[in-house]
């Protein structure tokens, strides 16, 4: 009787141990899946398809860091920036040289799906080749500190991923809502083709658009990459990750992506408390086939 009785009380003690290392990798996983899943929504909400080159941009970032930063040296903020830079230009190109000129012919949404789906493999083709397929490390461009709070250990860079991720965030939202830009990027989301009517240079707008969710989606794979390390494949787990965590969000709502990014975050992380962390992956699939069931708009319907 005393064994049976000690087993779930030594079970609570347990739970109780690891709750508060649970929290913190559920906010770091949400953090850097809020970066993907917002940019991803932004650019979404203005060119109305599923750009599935978006994860590319997050990889080209995390290696132009690696190559830069590691390989030849240059100070891990320089790196970083460049990192930024290399992703949004990137995001430009694609949509000057390949969206654009299908939408002008009046290419639907699945063409420019299917196009996406191209430039996705190429561009995962061409970081092999160049880097190999093999993981990356780019942590050791930065010295890590170790922090212990309420029995959670977390490293300094795990910290600036968490910080970054809210500061980005929050000034994202402050843009969209306060700026001309953002009301501009609002209209032409609304109808597009109004927008040209009243003046607005659409142009010019989702330029801008791809600009900014590059560069975002960008410093998601860069702050990933601190983490955990970077390889070629990783392009599409962070599409997926940026692909469900918005659709659960609230598909074309920037707000209801951050809250399907930690949603997914806290629900992996817990989950494998109690499943084979194998598993870890299937814990967002199956939320997204939730949603789709029970509330294909997500937490937040689009504004």
């Keep these: 009787m005393i064994k049976r009785s000690a087993a779930p009380l030594y079970l609570f003690e347990y739970m109780f141990d690891i709750f508060p290392q649970l929290v913190v990798n559920s906010l770091i996983a949400g953090s850097i899946y809020a970066l993907l899943a917002v940019s991803f929504n932004f650019i979404f909400s203005a060119t109305r398809f599923f750009n599935l080159a978006h994860g590319s941009f997050a990889v080209i970032a995390a290696y132009a860091v690696f190559y830069f930063g590691r390989e030849l040296g240059l100070p891990t903020f320089l790196a970083v920036g460049i990192g930024v830079l290399f992703a949004a230009t990137s995001a430009i190109l694609i949509d000057r040289f390949i969206f654009h000129p299908l939408k002008m012919r009046?290419?639907?949404?699945?063409?420019?799906?299917?196009?996406?789906?191209?430039?996705?493999?190429?561009?995962?083709?061409?970081?092999?080749?160049?880097?190999?397929?093999?993981?990356?490390?780019?942590?050791?461009?930065?010295?890590?500190?170790?922090?212990?709070?309420f029995g959670a250990a977390f490293t300094s860079v795990q910290l600036w991923i968490f910080i970054l991720s809210l500061v980005v965030s929050i000034g994202f939202f402050i843009i969209l809502e306060k700026t001309i830009f953002g009301k501009v990027v609002a209209a032409v989301s609304d109808d597009e083709e109004v927008s040209k009517i009243v003046g607005i240079d659409t142009d010019k707008v989702m330029a801008k658009v791809f600009f900014i969710g590059g560069g975002i989606a960008g410093l998601g794979g860069i702050l990933a990459g601190f983490d955990t390390g970077v390889q070629p494949s990783l392009d599409m787990f962070f599409l997926l990750k940026a692909v469900i965590a918005a659709i659960i969000g609230g598909i074309g709502n920037p707000y209801g992506?951050?809250?399907?990014?930690?949603?997914?975050?806290?629900?992996?992380?817990?989950?494998?408390?109690?499943?084979?962390?194998?598993?870890?992956?299937?814990?967002?699939?199956?939320?997204?086939?939730?949603?789709?069931i029970f509330r294909p708009s997500g937490i937040l319907k689009r504004k």
């Design 257 to 292: 992506a951050l809250l399907g990014a930690y949603l997914i975050g806290f629900l992996e992380n817990f989950g494998i408390w109690v499943i084979p962390s194998e598993w870890k992956d299937t814990i967002a699939f199956v939320l997204l086939i939730v949603f789709l």
């Design 106 to 149: 009046g290419g639907s949404p699945m063409i420019l799906l299917v196009a996406s789906l191209g430039v996705f493999t190429v561009i995962n083709s061409i970081i092999s080749m160049i880097f190999g397929s093999s993981f990356k490390t780019i942590s050791n461009t930065i010295d890590k500190q170790y922090f212990e709070l």
